[in-house]
């Protein structure tokens, strides 16, 4: 049972350059996010789509695009990498129930150079 | 002030011990807590829900409080194993985002 999938683990970028960061789950969750988490800091929502064709913006939208296609992938697109987007990414997934777990992905260790 | 403040610690405790974390939240509105364990370089996962009345799985209890807007996680008996970081998590007033505390990290020695 796979869970919640993210690609790459680990990525160094140089600025400027953009990259897409790959998310998909196998649960047949509505809700998926993206988070960006550093230090001393608690997880940051980025951006959150609650089903197909539907996304929304997060509390740290800037330099990031999503879109959500099918259900099962959420891809995360960096337009053009800053050092601040140095961070650890996590992608989730839940139902869409405000009580319910939300999964997470194992993380994608990004560095901008 | 945060919406969700945490203390960072780290609580250093001998295995065997009791050890209770708190964290506080802002907005008055919120109705759904939770308490994610996340491992050092690793996802957070879900250790439990936190329920109006008070809940246990286990060694562990939380607590809510909604008249001082904080809830409580007690881990009784400690092991090695509780080592990680201990995430408070709210959801932001009457929304479906999550807010996330910055964690207290938890170091259990022999």
């Known amino acids: 049972n796979a869970g919640v999938t993210q690609t790459p683990k680990f990525q160094v970028l140089k600025t400027g350059q953009s990259m897409t960061l790959q998310c998909a789950q196998d649960m047949n969750h509505e809700y998926m996010s993206w988070y960006r988490q550093d230090p001393g800091m608690g997880l940051r929502l980025i951006h959150y789509?609650?089903?197909?064709?539907?996304?929304d913006q997060g509390e740290v939208p800037n330099g990031y695009n999503v879109s959500r296609s099918t259900t099962e992938d959420f891809p995360l697109r960096l337009l053009s990498a800053a050092p601040s987007q140095t961070s650890v990414y996590f992608c989730a997934s839940s139902l869409f129930d405000l009580n319910t777990e939300a999964f997470f992905g194992q993380g994608t260790r990004l560095t901008v150079v | 002030r945060k919406e969700v403040e945490q203390d960072p610690g780290p609580f250093n405790v001998p295995e065997g011990a009791t050890v209770a974390f708190n964290c506080t939240y802002s907005n008055s509105a919120s109705q759904s807590f939770f308490w994610y364990r996340q491992d050092c370089r690793k996802e957070p996962k879900l250790l439990m829900s936190v329920y109006s009345s008070g809940n246990e799985d286990g060694r562990f209890t939380a607590q809510l409080n909604r008249a001082s807007q904080y809830i409580s996680l007690l881990i009784r008996d400690s092991k090695l194993s509780d080592s990680a970081t201990y995430l408070c998590?709210?959801?932001?007033?009457?929304?479906?985002?999550?807010?996330f505390g910055t964690g207290t990290r938890l170091q259990v020695f022999p």
């Open positions: 789509s609650v089903g197909a064709g539907i996304t």
């Open positions: 998590v709210v959801n932001r007033g009457n929304t479906d985002k999550l807010i």
